[in-house]
């Protein structure tokens, strides 16, 4: 059985860095594609980035130039690196991997299985 638990999240200013560690363990960690996802309270849980097994990485508009996805196939671990912080990037971010290998979109229906969340806050 595959788990995800990410960790990294906090309180931080506006104009501040977080980075976001996602540790899996139960599968072949370097076949599947791996995402990040958020949700603000009262809205839909929202694409942020992707990494796939070649190292190729897609982003939503809203956070290309600020946040960089990264993967470390060696320790199983996906990181999101949050530059920039705004307040309206305050959410629940969750940690994705893909349903099966080599498979990737970037839609949640994409993803089979999901971390916890780590709780982002950005004060202005």
């Known amino acids: 059985q595959v788990q995800l638990v990410e960790s990294g999240g906090g309180l931080v200013q506006a104009g501040g860095s977080l980075r976001l560690s996602c540790a899996v363990s139960?599968?072949?960690?370097?076949?599947?594609?791996m995402g990040w996802f958020r949700q603000a309270p009262g809205k839909e849980r929202e694409f942020v980035a992707r990494?796939?097994?070649?190292?190729?990485?897609y982003y939503a508009d809203s956070m290309k130039g600020r946040f960089t996805i990264s993967r470390d196939n060696a320790k199983n671990t996906v990181y999101l690196q949050m530059d920039s912080l705004k307040p309206e990037d305050t959410a629940v971010y969750y940690c994705?991997?893909?349903?099966?290998?080599?498979?990737?979109?970037?839609?949640?229906?994409?993803?089979?299985?999901w971390g916890q969340g780590t709780q982002v806050d950005v004060s202005s």
């Open positions: 994705a991997a893909g349903h099966r290998p080599y498979y990737s979109g970037n839609d949640p229906s994409d993803f089979g299985s």
């Open positions: 139960g599968r072949t960690f370097s076949m599947y594609a």
């Open positions: 990494i796939i097994w070649s190292g190729n990485t």
